[in-house]
C-alpha cells in the first residue's frame, strides 16, 4: 500500500462549488504539505503543518483553506473554486526526526475547473 | 532569498546516450539539496539528496549529482540514459530554518530518443 494516499485521483467541478482534496498517510511523519503544480512553474507551497495544532500560509495560500484532523489526515479546500485553479494538487510528509527537508509526495489529484 | 534555477525547460536525448541535468541555486548558507523525478501521471520520487560531506552523491536508478559550491550548482547525471529515464526532473533547497520547507525549480523535461 501507498505511504501517502490522495482522493480523489481526478476531479471535475464548477465554478463557485466547494470542494476538498484528501490526504492521508501511513509513514508516521509529523509534518504534511500542500503544494499545487502547473506547467512551467513547479510546485509551489499552498500550506504546511507541523502538527495538528500547527498550520501555516505557504506561497500561495489565497483561495484555499486546510484541515489537519489527525496526525495521518491533512485536508485541502476550495471554498469557492475558480477556473485557475485549475491544477495538479500534491500532498507531502517529512519527519522531523529524520531528514528535516527530505519530502514524501502522494501520486497528485488532478483537478480542473470549468 | 533562497532560489532555483532549472535552465534547461526540456532536454532530448538518444538512449545510452550520457546526460547532464543543471541546477543553480542561491542559497547563503550550505544548502540542502534534492532532486525528484515525476514520471508521467506519478507523484515525485526522491532520487538523491546532498546535505554535508561528499560533494559527488549516488541515488537510486542510476544516477549521481555533485555539489559545487563555487558554481552554486547542483547538476543531475547519468552516464546511460534509459527510455524509462523519460520524465520531468526537479531540482530542489531547503529554505532554510526549522520549518523544512523546501523550493523548488521550474522543472526540466527529458525526453529520449530509441
Known amino acids: 500500500d501507498a505511504d501517502v494516499t490522495q482522493t480523489p485521483r481526478n476531479r471535475i467541478t464548477k465554478t463557485g462549488k466547494r470542494i476538498m482534496l484528501e490526504c492521508s498517510q501511513t509513514?508516521?511523519?509529523?509534518?504534511m504539505y500542500w503544494y499545487r503544480q502547473d506547467p512551467g512553474l513547479g510546485l509551489r507551497l499552498i500550506y504546511y503543518?507541523?502538527?495538528?495544532?500547527?498550520?501555516n500560509k505557504g506561497e500561495i495560500s489565497d483561495g484555499y483553506s486546510v484541515s489537519r484532523q489527525a496526525q495521518a489526515k491533512f485536508s485541502l479546500s476550495l471554498e469557492s473554486a475558480i477556473p485557475n485553479q485549475t491544477a495538479l494538487y500534491f500532498c507531502?510528509?517529512?519527519?522531523?526526526?529524520?531528514?528535516?527537508?527530505?519530502?514524501?509526495f502522494g501520486p497528485g489529484t488532478r483537478l480542473t475547473v470549468t | 532569498a533562497q532560489s532555483v534555477t532549472q535552465p534547461d525547460i526540456h532536454i532530448t536525448v538518444s538512449e545510452g546516450a550520457s546526460l547532464e541535468l543543471r541546477c543553480n541555486y542561491s542559497?547563503?548558507?550550505?544548502?540542502?539539496l534534492f532532486w525528484y523525478v515525476q514520471s508521467p501521471g506519478q507523484g515525485l520520487q526522491l532520487l538523491l539528496k546532498?546535505?554535508?560531506?561528499?560533494?559527488l552523491v549516488q541515488g537510486i536508478k542510476g544516477f549521481e549529482a555533485e555539489f559545487k559550491r563555487s558554481q552554486s550548482s547542483f547538476n543531475l547525471r547519468k552516464p546511460s540514459v534509459h527510455w524509462s529515464d523519460a520524465a520531468e526532473y526537479f531540482c530542489?533547497?531547503?529554505?532554510?530554518?526549522?520549518?523544512?520547507?523546501?523550493?523548488f525549480g521550474k522543472g526540466t523535461k527529458l525526453s529520449v530518443k530509441p
Open positions: 503543518s507541523f502538527d495538528v495544532k500547527d498550520i
Open positions: 542559497y547563503g548558507a550550505t544548502p540542502y
Open positions: 509513514k508516521g511523519h509529523d509534518r
Open positions: 507531502a510528509t517529512s519527519d522531523r526526526t529524520g531528514g528535516l527537508y527530505e519530502q514524501y
Open positions: 546532498y546535505f554535508s560531506g561528499d560533494t
Open positions: 530542489a533547497v531547503g529554505n532554510g530554518g526549522s520549518q523544512g520547507n523546501l523550493i
